[in-house]
């Protein structure tokens, strides 16, 4: 059976939404940190609600993509 390319393109999306993790934490100098755990994007955020928040919005509202670090977050390296 052939999928539309947008009907693939959909599925391939919903796949990389259910992989999505992230990573919530603070920097070495106090910042609110939000990252993929891949990797792939992220932001730094004026508190940590903020911070939950964007996680949550760009994960689907799944509750099991949040990961609290407990050691200070390297965003860049």
Excluded: C, T
């Amino acid at each position: 059976m052939r999928f539309p390319s947008n009907a693939v393109q959909a599925r391939n999306i919903q796949r990389a939404v259910a992989d999505l993790q992230f990573v919530v934490g603070q920097d070495e100098e106090g910042h609110w940190v939000a990252m993929e755990s891949n990797g792939g994007g992220g932001g730094l955020f004026v508190s940590r609600e903020a911070a939950v928040k964007y996680a949550a919005s760009e994960a689907g509202r799944r509750s099991n993509v949040l990961i609290f670090a407990r050691a200070p977050v390297a965003v860049w390296k």
